[in-house]
């Protein structure tokens, strides 16, 4: 058993820690990111062919048009949505994949009624030959009331 120990601790000992959120590589490609988060209207699409999106009752769609179709039988409109500055999260992988995980204050029409929210957001972008788009995205309502957002 303590030799059980003694092993475990010098394989620990030995290991990197990779749950650090890499924030420095890829500095060209984050900022294309970042611009294309920042300047989304709702009328341009940033959307790849294959965009699989999650509605916020979890029905998948397989296309943009679908996902429009979607928010029509709801009676929802996009007004804006918004990132926080400082509650975004990006990961590349080798330059060509990026993983977001922002806060975003979002404004819409619900049947005729005014909306707003914070939700977090889970959005896959892939790198093609004309710049990113996204390929898949999800988001979450944040209750403000169970999980306070804290102001930077």
């Known amino acids: 058993m303590k030799r059980m120990l003694i092993l475990f601790l010098v394989i620990l000992g030995n290991c990197k820690a990779f749950a650090q959120i890499d924030t420095t590589s890829y500095p060209k490609e984050r900022q294309e990111i970042r611009e294309l988060m920042r300047q989304r209207k709702p009328d341009v699409s940033i959307d790849c062919d294959d965009f ?48 977001v995980n922002f806060l ?14 914070k939700v977090r957001r889970l959005e896959v972008y892939q790198k093609t030959s004309s710049g990113w788009c996204r390929v898949a995205g999800q988001g979450t309502e944040v209750d403000e009331k169970l999980f306070p957002v804290k102001r930077n």
């Open 52 to 99: 699989i999106p999650v509605g916020p009752k979890g029905d998948i769609s397989f296309s943009h048009q679908q996902w429009q179709g979607a928010q029509a039988k709801e009676k929802l409109v996009f007004k804006s949505v918004r990132p926080v500055p400082g509650h975004e999260f990006i990961r590349i992988y080798e330059g060509k994949m990026a993983v």
């Open 104 to 117: 975003a204050n979002v404004q819409l029409v619900v049947d005729g009624h005014d909306v707003d929210l």
